[in-house]
Nanobody, 127 residues
Framework: QVQLVESGGGLVQAGGSLRLSCAAS????????MGWFRQAPGKEREFVAT????????YYADSVKGRFTISRDNAKNTVYLQMNSLKPEDTAVYYC????????????????????WGQGTQVTVSS
């Protein structure tokens, strides 16, 4: 069982930045693919970004490409999401997710691809 705890959310003005963190409670963190998803009020949860176990392979949703950066520190069992040039439409609850790295796909962007989820952290971007 992997427990994930997100932090770093908050209220920011449009154009501002936030960095989200997700701490994982597993000694084998380096063997997991990690992802960030978000869910706005009244909308379905959607993929934001993912990073492979080695931190080299990353993939982003088109809506955040060029503005958000996912990274990880395997020594600290933590994955990050640096969010720059934030827009009001980025307002959502952001969730961290994990899955054992492996399988045929190069990247995993579906909700059902992930086995473990955090409780989420609220990000609100004011216009």
């Amino acid at each position: 069982q992997v427990q994930l705890v997100e932090s770093g959310g908050g209220l920011v003005q449009a154009g501002g930045s936030l960095r989200l963190s997700c701490a994982a409670s597993t000694r084998t963190f380096s063997r997991y693919t990690m992802g960030w998803f978000r869910q706005a009020p009244g909308k379905e949860r959607e993929f934001v970004a993912t990073i492979r176990w080695n931190g080299i392979g990353t993939y982003y949703a088109d809506s955040v490409k060029g503005r958000f950066t996912i990274s990880r520190d395997n020594a600290k069992n933590t994955v990050y999401l640096q969010m720059n040039s934030l827009k009001p439409e980025d307002t959502a609850v952001y969730y961290c997710a994990a899955r054992w790295d492996g399988g045929a796909a190069l990247y995993y962007i579906g909700i059902h691809d992930y086995d473990y989820w955090g409780q989420g952290t609220q990000v609100t971007v004011s216009s």
